[in-house]
């Protein structure tokens, strides 16, 4: 049985939702998974196929290592009873990943590294991580770590490809991109477009948060009658809110919104833009097309496939304010490009991303790393 470990399933951050999204996704004559989680905010899905293992989880660092520890236990005593035949671990967090035991195969799912969070990917540097340097240094060493550990890595886009190269040349490396679920992420023309621009994702220095607020700034100087909508919350929440409350009306801070709601928010906006410097595979960006809508963002490895240029959107040089500005009102004042650009996403999205081929791929993948 493949067993995946995501000890922080029940969460609503990326890895938690692309895990949900995976299970959500698979048919019901799909071969049975295990899944071993945390037990904090359990709650039935719905998922068939699907057994639960849920490890007690004390909270802080010490926690993690308790439940890593209880995690190795649980793994050796699944191995013993002929239950483990490849493991597919989901990072970060790391400390899990120390503590696994070479009973079955490993697959490793690196949403991101350290590597590119941390703004050492790029040259010239792009940002600076929230870390120490110290800190970033034994991140990286557990990375290597657990990557020596694996069979197979796995990583969402070709950014997260080529930063996995620097961990390790002798590792196979397969893209299994981020997916949107297209069904549910559809456009509502009843819905009335009251948003010029809508930002969402996490209020964070590595998620553009300062060059945010640059735009935005731009935007209501240039159209002072812009109506912007910022979805998204984080640690760097403070500084949006005290550059940005003051251009109210023209621009909203929303905080942190329930995921169910999320989608009114894309369907009343007409563009999307992105000041991010890192994601895994952004997937504010793929719902948003999902629903129609012109993506405007740095220009990116991440973005490669995504955002295709003069398609389904534009990729501007990053750090380039003034040309995203214009990138920006260029859509705001052209209703029949954003439909075309939007239909084009629309299109990429479903094509692409959907779920239903992307979670067939990771069975396939699965069968054949328990066949190594």
Not at 134 to 161: C, D, M, N, P
Not at 210 to 218: D, G, I, L
Request: aromatic share 10%; proline share 7%.
């Amino acid at each position: 049985m493949n067993v995946i470990i995501c000890p922080e399933f029940y969460g609503v951050h990326g890895i938690a939702r692309y895990v949900q999204s995976y299970l959500a996704a698979r048919p019901a004559d799909a071969p049975r998974v295990c899944l071993i989680a945390a037990d904090e905010e359990v709650r039935d899905m719905g998922f068939t196929n699907v057994d639960f293992v849920h490890l007690p989880k004390p909270p802080g660092r010490l926690g993690l290592i308790r439940w890593s520890l209880a995690l190795r236990r649980e793994l050796k005593r699944m191995a013993a009873a002929g239950q483990v035949t490849v493991m597919n671990l989901h990072i970060p967090p790391l400390l899990p990943g120390l503590f696994i035991p070479a009973v079955a195969p490993l697959v490793v799912t690196a949403h991101t590294t350290y590597l590119g969070m941390s703004g050492q990917f790029y040259e010239p540097r792009q940002f600076e991580g929230q870390w120490p340097w110290i800190s970033v240094a034994i991140k990286k060493w557990f990375e290597h770590i657990i990557f020596g550990k694996a069979s197979l890595l796995l990583t969402l886009t070709e950014q997260g490809r080529q930063e996995l190269l620097r961990y390790r040349q002798d590792k196979r490396i397969e893209l299994v991109p981020n997916g949107v679920a297209a069904d549910r992420f559809t456009p509502d023309p009843s819905v009335v477009k009251d948003v010029d621009v809508l930002f969402a994702g996490r209020i964070e220095r590595r998620k553009g948060s300062r060059p945010m607020v640059e735009v935005c700034k731009a935007l209501v100087a240039a159209k002072p009658d812009i109506r912007i909508s910022i979805v998204g919350y984080g640690d760097d929440m403070d500084h949006v809110t005290a550059e940005l409350a003051p251009l109210a009306p023209a621009v909203t801070l929303h905080g942190k919104v329930p995921f169910a709601e999320v989608l009114q928010h894309y369907r009343r906006s007409k563009v999307y833009a992105s000041t991010s410097y890192y994601e895994g595979l952004p997937g504010t960006c793929l719902e948003a097309m999902a629903v129609g809508l012109p993506a405007v963002v740095w220009d990116y490895l991440f973005y490669e496939h995504v955002v295709i240029q003069g398609k389904s959107g534009c990729r501007v040089p990053p750090n380039n304010i003034q040309e995203f500005v214009l990138r920006v009102l260029d859509f705001v004042g052209a209703a029949d490009a954003c439909k075309a650009f939007g239909e084009t996403g629309m299109q990429i999205a479903q094509s692409k991303f959907n779920w239903r081929a992307i979670a067939a791929s990771l069975d396939g993948l699965m069968s054949l790393a328990d066949d190594s």
